[in-house]
């Protein structure tokens, strides 16, 4: 998706997978607008969408439909560490998360430069560099009310 495409005007399904070269079915449908609806889903979230919409949908199906839009580049898949891997239909920027660590709640931070990398190590070994990846970790506003900090957070598991 482009940078400057407003969320509003984001194209219907077919549209999308045609153009990215990919067959329009049934279950593929039906995940890209699950992870277009709800962003940040896992796996099993996102196979009972699929379900709720398609009857019945293998989980390998999911599994290879979520492969294809990821290397088509129309979902980006994060791994926040101790949490399944989550799904979204955000690409083509530069932005972050930040991940609760009491409930695993994730959301997006935009990157302030919002030129990737908006990061630069301090040193590359060489590399040339072309996406910074950055995970906050805290708690979200209904754990944080709900629960004192404790003096040393863990990262779920």
């Known amino acids: 998706m482009?940078?400057?495409m407003d969320l509003h005007q984001v194209p219907d399904p077919e549209h999308t997978l045609q153009a990215?070269?990919?067959r329009v079915t049934r279950p593929r449908l039906a995940v890209l607008d699950a992870v277009r609806a709800q962003p940040h889903l896992d796996t099993k979230a996102l196979i009972a969408a699929a379900r709720a919409r398609l009857g019945a949908v293998s989980h390998q199906a999911v599994y290879d439909v979520l492969r294809a839009l990821v290397d088509a580049g129309l979902?980006?898949?994060?791994?926040?560490?101790?949490?399944d891997a989550r799904f979204e239909a955000r690409v083509g920027?530069?932005?972050?998360?930040?991940v609760c660590r009491a409930c695993g709640a994730i959301a997006d931070v935009d990157c302030v430069p919002g030129v990737?990398?908006?990061l630069t190590p301090s040193a590359d070994e060489g590399f040339l560099v072309d996406e910074a990846e950055v995970l906050f970790w805290g708690r979200c506003p209904s754990c944080a009310a709900a629960v004192p900090p404790s003096p040393s957070p863990?990262?779920?598991?």
């Open 116 to 118: 990737a990398p908006c």
């Open 93 to 98: 920027d530069n932005h972050h998360h930040v």
């Open 154 to 157: 863990a990262r779920p598991h």
């Open 2 to 4: 482009p940078d400057d």
């Open 20 to 22: 990215a070269g990919l």
């Open 75 to 83: 979902v980006r898949r994060i791994e926040p560490e101790g949490l």
